[in-house]
Structures are given as C-alpha cells and as structure tokens.
C-alpha cells in the first residue's frame, strides 16, 4: 500500500513549512521510520520519518519550497504499484479541515540542515563594476586564527566553493552562521549576472545598493504574532529597580560549592519569577474570549535568539515545583537547543509567562511584547553597577531594572505592581528561594 509523505504540522502556530533537503532520492528504497526529508518550520529544522516501506516512487516538492501544512511532499510504494492517482494536485484544505499527516511523523534533524542555499540570489539593482566584487571580508580572527562559524556555515561554504573565514559574521561574538554565507553567495553571484551593458557604467560604489531576502518560515510567525499581540491586545508597562547585592552572593556562593555549577542572573530570576506567580496567581493568566483562564502550574518561558535570526521560547514546565538548580541545569539545555533550532515543539510551546532577558548584551531597560495567549512578560535589563543613596549616604549598588508587560484585559495596575513588589522582595532576599 502506498504512504504519502506529508508536511507536518510540528507547532500550533505553524501553517507552512519549507523543504530543505532530500535526504533520498527517486528510486531510492525507504524503510520504516527512516529520515526522507528535512523540513523548516517556524521554529525549528527536523526530519519527516516515513511510516511505512517501499520506493520513493516521486517526489512532488522540490528543495526550497514553502508549502501548506497537509501538502504532499512524495509518495512511498512498491515498484510495481499504480501511484497516478495520488500524484495528482491535491488540495491543501484537506488538511486544514483537520486531516492530519498520518503518513510521516515529524523529529528533531539529527543532522545539519540543507547545504543547498535556503534562499535566492537577490537580484542586483545597482550598476554592477567593471570586476565583480568579492564578498565582504571578515576581520583577522582573534582567538589564535580559527574562524568562529557554525558547522551548517562551514558545509555551506564548502559545497559553494566559499572561504569561510573571508565572510563576515553577524552571530555571537561575530560568529559565521548560515544567512552570512548565503548573502555571500548571493553578493557575488549579483556581480558576476550583472549584464555587459551595466559594466561599462561606473557605479559610485562597488556591489549592489540593496538585496531582497525572503522570509524564513520563523520570521513570517514572528511578524504575524507581534502584529496579533501588538495591536489587539492592550499592552501596559510597570518597571522597578532591583537591589542585585544578594543574588550577585547567591550565585558566587553556589560557585563556591560546585564549580561547575554556574547559576545566572536569569537563572535566578525565572525561580524568583515562578516563586511570586505562586503568590500572585491573577498574572500567571491569559485572556480567552469571553472567560479568563487563570493557570495552577508555572510553565516559564525563556526568550532565546536563534542563530542566523529569529526567536524562541523554550519553557522550563512546572517551574514552581523545581529547585533553583534544577532550573538552571533545564535552562542551559534547552537553551543550547534552542540556539540551534534543535527543540521538540512540546519544548517551546504553553508557556503561562515568559522573560526576556537582554542584560548580556548591555541593554539597561526595554520592554516586551506580550506572546499571546500569555497575558504578562517580564522584560529585564542589564544589572549595573551605579552609585545609590542608602540612608542619606553615595554608595557604590548593584541594580537591575525590570519592565512587566500586562495584558490589561487580564491584570489590572494594581495586581501587577504587587507581583512586582513580591518579585522585587525574593529577588532582594533570595533565601526565600531555599522555601
């Protein structure tokens, strides 16, 4: 019997995805549970396992193309079986009338994801030079001359004939992720189509004044859900200032016990969150229409970026019943995960409340924007040394500020600015922590 292979739906927010990589060809033999495409959803890379044994008789999407949730990706069946019928155009309502992909089942990719650029060439608009360009070139390493770049960023590179270490980063640290190579690529493919008619015209500058890159299937969610959040929910703001003295004693004394155990800031903060949701239960909440639905476990929500651009949010689940080094063992993983968009979607989905941090990077205060259906997250800024007055004395301080989003139509002024006042006390005094 024949087995379609289907895109998966691998979130609840996800209505399309986009084909990377064929991990077989036509004609190849297929067995059971192995790995035949590799997929990108709005939130991460994974493999679609075929559910059942045979040929892939055809494939029906090719690399690089976003399609429906429900689309037919290919057809799985034994060599002398009739697959005409299935191969025909079939409609993606289907699947949205609540079809499901039976026929294959989404997984974490266990491997890099597709050498094949994910992107086209952007066409170039400027006059091109009399020479091509070369891409940009990164600086000198630092760090003893190996280049900072990704493993998907190296094969990339390798299969387009590309010198990874003359191709500047945008990632950490100016780290080489997929999106430089591929804008790379694209830079001097743009000079060399130029056609003879533009080369003889000098340009002011040498390469083209602009490139267009499509959307990644993440940035696409990334856009629809601000604009779901941003404009209907009823977002306000209540920030405080923190007294980080104690939790700065909190972190170097559980270094002191176990070197390896390195507790951050954030680390402290998220168990210090879901200790004042426990007291404050009204903003661990979400709007729902015509009801409020209050939550009784703590499913915290970290902000990550991912590597190459975007977001997600993996979510460290009944937070308020975990130690403070549980959660930071929890929050390390899932967080190295996420960067590489290696997450289960049971792993960043259902969230109650969310952090975004963004003291790491030096920004002092921001506010977020709230992850519908969540109906508060909590914004915190860089901890600081600055001068404070403390008893109508100058001393030196170590302070955090903090901005709390709120839903309105959840949380009221008044409700929030106490989760505040709590969050601020536990966080001033963390041996409430060890309760």
């Excluded at 090719?62 to 290919?74: M, Q, S, T, W």
């Excluded at 002011?204 to 779901?228: C, H, N, W």
């Excluded at 977001?311 to 689940?317: A, G």
């Excluded at 959660?327 to 109650?352: F, M, Q, V």
């Amino acid at each position: 019997m024949a087995v379609k292979v289907l895109m998966p739906k691998g979130s609840d927010t996800m209505t399309e995805g986009k084909v990377l990589k064929w991990l077989k060809k036509e004609g190849d033999p297929v067995s059971t549970a192995e790995a035949v495409v590799e997929i990108e959803t709005d939130k991460v890379d994974m493999e679609v396992e075929a559910m059942g044994s045979g040929i892939l008789r055809k494939i029906l999407v090719d690399a690089g193309r976003v399609v429906p949730v429900g689309e037919l990706l290919a057809v799985i069946a034994k060599e002398s079986e009739d697959i005409s019928s299935l191969i025909k155009v079939e409609s993606p309502q289907s699947a949205a009338a609540g079809e499901q992909p039976a026929a294959a089942i989404p997984v974490p990719a266990r491997v890099p994801a597709a050498a094949a650029p994910q992107h086209s060439a952007p066409a170039a608009v400027a006059v091109a030079p009399e020479a091509p360009a070369p891409p940009p070139a990164a600086p000198e390493p630092a760090n003893g001359g190996r280049v900072l770049a990704s493993p998907l960023a190296r094969r990339i590179a390798q299969e387009m004939g590309l010198d990874v270490s003359r191709i500047a980063g945008s990632g950490p640290a100016g780290r080489v992720v997929r999106q430089d190579v591929e804008r790379a690529a694209a830079l001097a493919a743009g000079s060399k189509q130029a056609p003879a008619a533009a080369r003889r015209v000098a340009p002011t500058q040498e390469g083209p004044e602009f490139y267009d890159e499509p959307l990644s299937s993440m940035r696409k969610v990334i856009a629809s859900r601000l604009v779901q959040s941003k404009a209907p929910v009823p977002h306000f703001y209540l920030t405080i200032e923190v007294d980080m003295r104690r939790a700065k004693e909190l972190r170097e004394s559980t270094s002191a016990l176990d070197p390896e155990l390195k507790i951050s800031y954030n680390d402290i903060i998220v168990k210090a969150c879901a200790a004042a949701l426990g007291q404050h239960p009204q903003v661990n909440a979400s709007f729902q229409g015509e009801v409020i639905r209050y939550y009784t476990r703590v499913h915290l929500g970290i902000a990550v970026s991912v590597e190459g651009g975007g977001l997600v949010t993996p979510v460290i689940r009944n937070c308020e019943e975990k130690s403070l080094v549980d959660i930071s063992r929890e929050a390390k993983d899932l967080i190295a995960r996420g960067r590489t968009r290696k997450l289960t979607p049971e792993e960043y989905t259902g969230a109650t409340f969310s952090v975004s941090n963004l003291g790491m990077m030096g920004v002092e205060e921001f506010s977020a924007v709230i992850n519908p259906p969540e109906g508060a997250i909590l914004a915190v800024g860089a901890v600081v040394e600055k001068p404070v007055v403390a008893q109508g004395r100058i001393e030196a301080g170590l302070r955090c500020r903090m901005t709390l989003s709120l839903d309105h139509r959840v949380v009221d002024g008044a409700t929030g600015a106490r989760f505040l006042q709590t969050l601020k006390q536990i966080l001033e005094n963390p041996v409430y922590l060890a309760f």
